[in-house]
């Protein structure tokens, strides 16, 4: 027992160190890989299964017609799921899909076996199968990123994903060993078994792992939704040339796989024998691949090079296609599968995914799905298109498809080549990248071959801004061949450079640094210091708690610090390592130490570093320290809580991180904190500017906030935040939208909301020149030699005053919103020319307005422009050309009362107040129902005045 359970431990020890896992996450990703080995294992029971059924049955004349289907239902399928995960958890969703796959197994075996599911029927299965491989897979991924954070990520899904290779070895060697003791149809019983053994693993994950997250982190976990991913891919030429390429790929891929399967079900007659055929070499394949990717696909790219790499698949199917036509047998196609199941999958793969290092990781993340689910259906689409032409309606023989698969392969050839070619212009891009000026940062011309020779010649030749960006790239590939060429940067004279090429290695194994970095512990740049103690923690052979207290315990304040916040930084989220490390007992030490220190830097030093820690590793004890120092006087101490507020991701912390938007000096580092939040804050910021709990000072800076989110989520909100909203909030939310809608032009603006909110607006203006127009006429009629009149008449002007304010927002926001339709550029000098110009130039903006305007909008704009010429002129007439209607005094205080505009509710109430005229009083009963505490207080007050008066 003694000797199992050492056997156990040093496996485990092994099982660590091999694949960079840490002890408290094992449990997890053992599971989590148990599950991905489950899934791709049923799958490679099912599609042998069902694939033989189906030739057998129907012949490979069908296949054609069951490729296009299943585009269709790829297609539909994905629409309907998007719409569900938007109304359903993602937990819901997993789980009723795999239940839903369980019962659906389960009905195809029992229709098989009492001979119902036969025939066209076998349509049904057929689709299910290709449907249920992408979309099961998809959803695993999904959780597995939930689970992880995205360093975490970086360390484990490779020894994940394992887990699928794995379930591919296995589940076609079980099926092929399978067949000779269950008949076909079984199968589909015992794959139906092993899926249910995922429901508690994914239950256990969700309730143990997911549930504990709050929506930001979700949000940060989880790849932005795309707007237009089809947009996206058509703004860059390097994106579009790799959706075409992926495209023929598969698109020669599904002709092969038609050909694969004729030549199979016509030389295999026995539909157990078939079953195990394609069992066998399904997991052979994935053999071949695994094989390949482990001892050749670094060799090939290295020695190759991207370009050359992408010529592997595409030449071993040609040639394999030319000797097809010249040998037209079973071992023949099987070459050809093998060629394209095998290199498709690690050469291709690697080659592909290097291809990507200039497209930003953003716009990576947005177009991933569009390729691989659309791009996907389509092409596979096109297949069974060329099939049903050539196979059912030419009748020619499936040994000829290698033609059109030939000529499809010279298209292929011909795109790798542009494709090449425009890598080399986006790489180029990258060595001249220079944040600071557009001019090209090297002098002389770094020459693209390879990726991989050109991005150590980068890292050996290029100047600070261009081995920055490179180490950036380098950071989201995590690829072994870059490592020395990192670690020579660790002598590189930048600070910067060196921190990020420790943060580059803490995830390459190539070797262990630590001799090498340990020494940079005492580097000057903290994060230089706290970069290479993170790389120590995870790295150091011996007791890494040691290593904390020998680093903690020095003189040097700046290592101490360095030391606490890289380790608050490795331990985030990890409540059984930061127990370990004694993590909140060192926050208390430090917090004592304040006490004994007397230079205030010092000081100053010290705090910035316990606030640092306290948001990186989430210590929800000592969350008050964070909440005292956000409104430090102290600026740097100041923006520092904030920050690290915001790192929590604690929504508790969302208000205070608001009412430092105001300051100027911590406004930037409260923008940036609320940003961090990600989407989901969006809605919290949205319901604070619509109940008015957010201070007005704020407003406008929090819809600044909602503006850097170049997501249709952003533009949504900021439409609602031009309906009934205090002006500045307003002028803001048009600001916003019409930068989103100029930089962002995938993004969705409907120019009927535009055109509304102009008339709106328009309408507007109107009522406020009726409104000033019936208080000039009331100041008229009124006495102004009573001591109250003088009073009331004072008022009077204040409310004129204000409202002659409000027109000219109005006009501002008129214009504004003129800009989000039409050009910045041509509508933005026209109101200046307007108010501030000559006679000549005015007449002129109105002309111009008057030609670019649509019929609706000129009906209503044009007035309101000519009427802004005629300066103080109110009169009935000037009201009726702009069709106004008259009002009474009533009815004018009622329209003020209406708008969501407190300033102008207290110069109405201040108004009735001074008039002490009774009639008013439903109007003050209604302000009671105001959502503004200030305007139903000082109706609350006038009330009770005139309660006392009339008493």
């Known amino acids: 027992m003694n000797y199992l359970i050492s056997f156990i431990k040093t496996f485990q020890t092994y099982i660590l160190k091999a694949f960079d896992l840490k002890e408290?996450?094992?449990?997890?990703?053992?599971?989590?890989?148990?599950?991905?080995?489950?899934?791709?294992?049923?799958l490679l029971i099912v599609k042998p299964t069902i694939n033989s059924l189906f030739l057998s049955e129907l012949s490979s004349d069908a296949l054609p017609l069951g490729y296009v289907l299943t585009a269709v239902m790829a297609v539909l399928g994905s629409f309907f799921y998007d719409r569900a995960l938007e109304k359903y958890p993602l937990n819901i969703i997993v789980d009723r899909t795999l239940i839903g796959s369980v019962i659906s197994l389960v009905i195809f075996g029992l229709a098989l076996n009492f001979d119902l599911g036969y025939g066209f029927a076998l349509y049904i299965p057929y689709i299910w199968v290709a449907i249920f491989g992408l979309l099961t897979a998809s959803q695993f991924w999904v959780m597995a990123n939930l689970v992880y954070n995205v360093r975490e990520a970086k360390r484990v899904f490779g020894f994940i994903g394992a887990g699928a290779i794995g379930g591919g070895i296995f589940g076609g060697y079980l099926t092929s060993l399978l067949t000779n003791i269950l008949n076909t149809e079984d199968l589909l019983f015992v794959a139906a078994t092993l899926l249910i053994c995922c429901l508690p693993i994914t239950r256990y994950i969700w309730k143990n792992e997911v549930l504990k997250l709050n929506p930001f982190q979700v949000s940060s976990r989880s790849n932005p939704k795309a707007e237009s991913p089809f947009r996206l891919i058509k703004q860059s030429k390097l994106l579009s040339l790799i959706a075409v390429v992926i495209g023929i790929s598969v698109l020669v891929a599904k002709l092969v796989d038609y050909q694969y399967s004729d030549y199979a079900s016509r030389f295999i007659k026995d539909q157990d024998e078939l079953t195990s055929f394609f069992g066998f070499w399904f997991s052979t394949l994935s053999v071949i691949s695994l094989l390949i990717q482990l001892f050749l696909t670094k060799r090939i790219v290295g020695t190759f090079g991207v370009g050359k790499s992408l010529l592997w698949l595409p030449s071993g199917i040609l040639l394999g296609s030319f000797l097809l036509l010249i040998v037209p047998q079973l071992w023949v196609v099987v070459f050809i599968k093998i060629v394209d199941g095998s290199l498709k999958q690690s050469v291709n793969k690697a080659a592909t995914e290097l291809l990507s290092i200039p497209i930003p990781i953003e716009i990576k993340k947005k177009t991933k799905t569009f390729t691989d689910v659309v791009v996907d259906s389509i092409a596979t689409g096109m297949a069974g298109f060329i099939l049903i032409f050539f196979i059912n309606g030419l009748d020619i023989s499936s040994t000829y498809i290698s033609i059109i698969i030939i000529g499809l392969i010279l298209i292929w050839l011909y795109f790798i080549y542009h494709l090449r070619n425009e890598y080399i212009?986006?790489?180029?891009?990258?060595?001249?990248?220079?944040?600071?000026?557009?001019?090209?940062?090297?002098?002389?011309?770094i020459k693209v071959t390879s990726i991989i020779e050109t991005v150590i010649r980068v890292f050996e030749a290029g100047n600070e801004n261009q081995i920055l960006h490179m180490l950036h790239k380098t950071l989201e590939v995590k690829d072994e061949r870059f490592f020395y060429g990192i670690k020579a940067l660790l002598n590189n004279p930048s600070a910067k450079v060196r921190a990020l090429a420790i943060e580059?290695?803490?995830?390459?194994?190539?070797?262990?640094?630590?001799?090498?970095?340990?020494?940079?512990?005492?580097?000057?740049?903290?994060?230089?210091?706290?970069?290479?103690?993170?790389?120590?923690?995870?790295?150091?052979?011996q007791n890494p708690v040691e290593l904390l207290d020998k680093y903690l315990s020095v003189e040097d304040n700046t290592i101490a610090n360095a030391t606490l916040v890289g380790l608050s930084m490795?331990?985030?989220?990890?409540?059984?390592?930061?127990?370990?490390?004694?993590?909140?007992?060192?926050?208390?030490?430090?917090?004592?130490?304040?006490?004994?220190?007397?230079?205030?830097?010092?000081?100053?030093?010290?705090?910035?570093?316990?606030?640092?820690?306290?948001?990186?590793?989430?210590?929800?004890?000592?969350?008050?320290?964070?909440?005292?120092?956000?409104?430090?006087?102290?600026?740097?101490?100041?923006n520092t809580a904030?920050?690290?507020?915001?790192?929590?991701?604690?929504?508790?912390?969302?208000?205070?991180?608001?009412?430092?938007?105001?300051?100027?000096?911590?406004?930037?580092?409260?923008?940036?904190?609320?940003?961090?939040?990600?989407?989901?804050?969006?809605?919290?910021?949205?319901?604070?500017?619509?109940t008015d709990s957010i201070d007005p000072d704020d407003s406008a800076y929090v819809v600044m906030v909602i503006g850097k989110f170049d997501s249709q989520k952003a533009i949504n909100t900021l439409m609602k935040l031009t309906d009934d909203m205090e002006h500045t909030v307003k002028i803001e939310a048009i600001e916003a939208l019409k930068h989103l809608k100029w930089k962002h032009p995938h993004l969705k603006i409907r120019d009927r909301f535009i055109v509304d909110k102009i008339l709106d607006e328009c309408h507007l203006y109107q009522s406020?020149?009726?409104?000033?127009?019936?208080?000039?006429?009331?100041?008229?009629?009124?006495?102004?030699?009573?001591?109250?009149?003088?009073?009331e008449n004072e008022a009077r002007n204040g409310l004129i005053h204000l409202l002659e304010l409000r027109l000219d927002r109005q006009l501002k926001?008129?214009?504004?919103?003129?800009?989000?339709?039409?050009?910045?550029?041509?509508?933005?000098?026209?109101l200046n020319a307007i108010l501030k110009g000559q006679e000549e130039q005015r007449i002129h903006a109105i002309e111009f307005l008057d030609n670019i305007l649509d019929i609706q909008l000129k009906k209503e704009l044009i007035p309101v422009a000519e009427s802004i010429i005629q300066v103080g002129v109110i009169s009935e007439e000037n009201l009726k050309n702009l069709?106004?209607?008259?009002?009474?005094?009533?009815?004018?205080?009622?329209?003020?009362?209406?708008?969501?505009?407190?300033?102008?509710?207290?110069?109405?109430?201040?108004?009735?107040?001074?008039?002490?005229?009774?009639?008013?009083?439903?109007?003050?009963?209604?302000?009671?129902?105001?959502?503004?505490?200030?305007?139903?207080?000082?109706?609350?007050?006038?009330?009770?005045?005139?309660?006392?008066?009339?008493?």
């Open 24 to 42: 408290e996450e094992l449990t997890k990703t053992l599971l989590l890989q148990l599950n991905i080995f489950l899934i791709i294992t049923v």
């Open 425 to 445: 212009i986006s790489f180029k891009s990258l060595l001249e990248y220079n944040p600071a000026r557009k001019e090209k940062a090297a002098k002389s011309e």
């Open 504 to 541: 580059n290695l803490y995830f390459l194994n190539t070797e262990n640094l630590c001799p090498v970095v340990e020494p940079m512990i005492y580097d000057k740049d903290q994060q230089v210091t706290t970069s290479a103690f993170r790389y120590l923690l995870k790295r150091y052979q």
């Open 570 to 638: 490795e331990l985030r989220n990890n409540r059984v390592l930061q127990d370990r490390f004694g993590l909140e007992q060192r926050i208390e030490n430090t917090l004592a130490q304040l006490s004994q220190t007397s230079i205030e830097l010092e000081r100053t030093n010290k705090i910035l570093a316990i606030l640092e820690t306290i948001g990186n590793a989430k210590v929800e004890r000592f969350y008050p320290v964070i909440k005292t120092h956000i409104y430090s006087d102290n600026v740097p101490i100041a």
């Open 642 to 690: 904030i920050l690290a507020a915001s790192k929590t991701l604690d929504k508790q912390f969302i208000d205070l991180i608001i009412s430092r938007l105001s300051g100027k000096d911590t406004r930037k580092s409260a923008t940036e904190a609320l940003y961090f939040y990600g989407e989901p804050i969006i809605d919290i910021l949205f319901e604070g500017l619509k």
């Open 768 to 791: 406020t020149l009726s409104v000033i127009h019936t208080q000039i006429v009331l100041q008229y009629k009124k006495n102004p030699e009573k001591l109250e009149t003088k009073e």
């Open 813 to 830: 926001r008129i214009f504004q919103f003129l800009g989000v339709k039409y050009p910045p550029q041509d509508v933005d000098p026209i």
């Open 883 to 951: 069709n106004v209607k008259v009002l009474s005094e009533s009815e004018s205080y009622l329209a003020l009362l209406k708008r969501k505009d407190i300033k102008l509710k207290l110069a109405v109430l201040y108004l009735i107040e001074k008039t002490r005229d009774p009639k008013f009083t439903s109007l003050l009963e209604m302000v009671l129902e105001d959502s503004n505490e200030k305007a139903r207080k000082k109706a609350a007050e006038i009330l009770r005045n005139f309660k006392r008066i009339s008493a």
